[in-house]
């Protein structure tokens, strides 16, 4: 594992820089993100309005990794979240020069930003979040449908002096006790890194798993693939997601839960699975990256967090 760094924690009068590294998103969803956040008192440093969208991407590919680098790079930023996910993070990578990053920042984000949450571990060592997006999450508000949970959100951020315990709100497929560095993100994500040269190392991990709208089919491919590639060899627990809009198709009764109890249950390592993590409807967890954590598969699960994210 790299050598870890850990951010400033978030405090009032913060600045968030608002990036947009894959697609667009829309501007009413964007104001409303930045507003919850600014009510939190934090500043909000926004340059997404000035983009041009660029087929299914949010700007031209040298403004985007121009804009992430920048947001990345600026001193007088403390934390770098993303407008939307979609598509087109991983190209912003190939150039984004690393040697000036050498103070980590807070990047908050899900989905295809899972790319870059890989990239400055592998790269760099950061602790990153995976949590809300200001137009996927931050939009709808605390505790809201399509919001997020304010809880996980805060001691995420700011905590510096203790971990903290989070609900997962699941079920076990399962049962066990697990402690390793909490990784992971959107499966398609981790398993298009396979190759690249950040591809995840994942042993001695507690690997966090979700996505959307998957046939069951097209999961159980991703699940093997990852087990012949190795990803679950050395994996202590897993935390699976709720998988949305991944409906058994029409002539077959295997859902996406049996794919996982079929390929994941022979490793024998505590599992949970429907936690609300990324892609989900229900108010989303910010669980860190990075950090040590212990998995607790018994009912519900919890996660505990065994070390502050965050640095004073």
Known sequence: MPKLLKPPALVPGST????????SAKEE????GCETLESLDYRVKRHVSKHIPDGYFSAPLAERRNELQNALSRRDVRAVFCSRGGYGSAETLDGLKTAVLKQPKIFCAFSDLTTVHIFLWQKLGWVTFYGPLVAGGFDAGPNATGGFDPDSFMWAMTATNSGWSVPLEGETF???NAEGTLLGGCITLIETSIGTPWDLDTRGSILLL???GLKPYQLDRMLLHLKQAGKFDGVRGIVLGEF????????SSVTVADVCRRILGPLRIPIVYGAPVGHTARPMLTLPLGVRAKLHA????RIDILEPAVRA
């Open 210 to 212: 979700e996505d959307r």
């Open 16 to 23: 968030i820089a608002v990036v947009a590294p894959a697609s």
């Open 244 to 251: 949305p809009e991944s409906e058994t198709p029409e002539g």
């Open 298 to 301: 018994v009912g519900e699960g």
């Open 29 to 32: 969803r964007i104001v409303r």
């Open 174 to 176: 399962t049962r066990g």
